[in-house]
């Protein structure tokens, strides 16, 4: 079962993947937009995202090729998955 909040070890560890998660509940992006968007660096949220992808909390929503044929992971909030204790809300009820 995941924990509540995600673990760290740091309060700014911890402020900064608050900040990447409220950052995609609005949308999915790309480090580099969160980067930007966060005033972090791309290797600061890349390592928090890595965290937060081992504790759980994000996934590869999917990815982007630019015209450079570069590949790029856009990250997302990662949905709950469904259990025999938690039914499907279109059930009887």
Known sequence: MKPKYPLAQHPLVAHDMDSIL???QGQPGTTREMAHALRLTVNRVNGLLRQLDAQGWVQVDH???YRSGATVNVWAIREPEKTAEQP???GPG
Request: aromatic share 22%.
């Open 22 to 24: 409220t950052y995609l």
């Open 63 to 65: 990815y982007r090729t």
């Open 88 to 90: 499907d809300s279109c």
